[in-house]
T-cell receptor, first 119, second 115 residues
Framework: DTGVSQDPRHKITKRGQNVTFRCDPI?????LYWYRQTLGQGPEFLTY????????KSRLLSDRFSAERPKGSFSTLEIQRTEQGDSAMYLC?????????????????FGQGTRLTVV | AQKITQTQPGMFVQEKEAVTLDCTYD???????LFWYKQPSSGEMIFLIY??????QNATEGRYSLNFQKARKSANLVISASQLGDSAMYFC????????????FGTGTRLTIIP
């Protein structure tokens, strides 16, 4: 399987605990995105990387959230001191960088997501 | 800032009929891309179709076509000959380029195909 993979698929945690999610993008993709999706809503942008550089962070991303992409390969998203409002589906996506060439075929491919429930 | 508006929270369509899902957008970027994704109950976002802002022709991918009207800032998805497996959430999204490159999604339309 050469798609985007996320681990774990489901996570139940107690309020106040820290959680970490992992995303493995499609190998040749240099862009990696994190999104959060709550029930009945579209995905909301959290942050994205080009290779190992974190290029943009949403204002939604509080200080409790941190993301890394060491060596420009897999990425981790950590939530510290989880709150019930953090319960959501966390989606990872990857794509090719399009700068300088054709912008076609630069669609983002999504993983199956990590569903977080904070109790 | 970019904004996507999907005004149809839910739609019911008879199997084998065509269906149009509405999407309007707002952006100040001169170049942008428009995307449609399908999200079945399993949760995975599946890419369907892409339209570039400078593309002269409307995009088509099998049973999917994108009715792009740039002056009206609309990018409606048309599904021809709908099938039961088309029942899912559908999201319109857009992305700018050269500095505004995140995907911005609408709130989605839940499509239900009736046998």
């Amino acid at each position: 399987d050469t798609g985007v993979s996320q681990d774990p698929r489901h996570k139940i945690t107690k309020r106040g605990q820290n959680v970490t999610f992992r995303c493995d993008p499609i190998s040749e993709h240099n862009r990696l995105y994190w999104y959060r999706q709550t029930l009945g809503q579209g995905p909301e942008f959290l942050t994205y990387f080009q290779n190992e550089a974190q290029l943009e962070k949403s204002r939604l991303l509080s200080d409790r959230f941190s993301a890394e992409r060491p060596k420009g390969s897999f990425s981790t998203l950590e939530i510290q001191r989880t709150e019930q409002g953090d319960s959501a589906m966390y989606l990872c996506a990857s794509s090719l960088d399009f700068s300088g060439t054709s912008i076609k075929n630069t669609e983002a491919f999504f993983g199956q997501g990590t569903r977080l429930t904070v109790v | 800032a970019q904004k996507i508006t999907q005004t149809q929270p839910g739609m019911f369509v008879q199997e084998k009929e065509a269906v149009t899902l509405d999407c309007t957008y707002d952006t100040s970027d001169p170049s942008y891309g428009l995307f449609w994704y399908k999200q079945p109950s399993s949760g995975e976002m599946i890419f369907l179709i892409y339209q570039g802002s400078y593309d002269q022709q409307n995009a088509t991918e099998g049973r999917y076509s994108l009715n792009f009207q740039k002056a009206r800032k609309s990018a409606n998805l048309v599904i021809s000959a709908s099938q039961l497996g088309d029942s899912a959430m559908y999201f319109c999204a857009m992305r700018g380029y050269f500095g505004n490159e995140k995907l911005t999604f609408g709130t989605g339309t839940r499509l239900t195909i009736i046998p």
